[in-house]
């Protein structure tokens, strides 16, 4: 059996989300919680809950009614991939001794410098890519 590292499926689902408004972005069109779960996301309820912190940090605005729903509020191209992921996932690692201070081993672990290493090259590549990118 494999074991795979994993992104979240509440972190997937909202780049899918952050996705489908970047298609809309520019032309003032708001996309609509069932529009957007219809596109393979999650339910609603589900969807809603995601969307929370997005409007919190003001990465997205809501309307309701008719022609209502969600849309980004900056352009695509000035949202990291990492920024997303940090609102949705909170602080990443690879592997758990990442999150803390220090090794739990008493005399250090050798394969700290190579999950580090790794961990930076993600972190960067993240906080390149933009929204316009998978859009």
């Not at 809950?49 to 008719?66: D, F, H, N, T």
């Not at 191209?77 to 990442?98: D, F």
Request: glycine fraction near 14%; aromatic fraction near 6%.
């Amino acid at each position: 059996m494999s074991s795979l590292f994993r992104v979240s499926r509440r972190c997937h689902d909202g780049l899918v989300f952050l996705g489908l408004l970047a298609e809309r972005y520019g032309s003032g069109a708001f996309l609509t919680v069932p529009q957007a779960a219809s596109s393979s996301l999650s339910g609603a309820g589900y969807l809603e809950q995601i969307v929370g912190p997005l409007r919190e940090a003001g990465m997205v605005e809501a309307r309701r009614g008719p022609g209502g729903g969600y849309r980004l509020t900056r352009d695509p191209r000035t949202i990291t991939i990492g920024e997303i992921v940090r609102l949705l996932e909170g602080p990443t690692a690879l592997v758990e001794c990442q999150a803390r201070e220090g090794c739990p081993q008493k005399r250090g672990c050798g394969s700290r410098k190579m999950w580090n290493t790794l961990q930076g090259r993600i972190n960067e590549t993240l906080g390149t890519m933009t929204l316009a990118e998978i859009a």
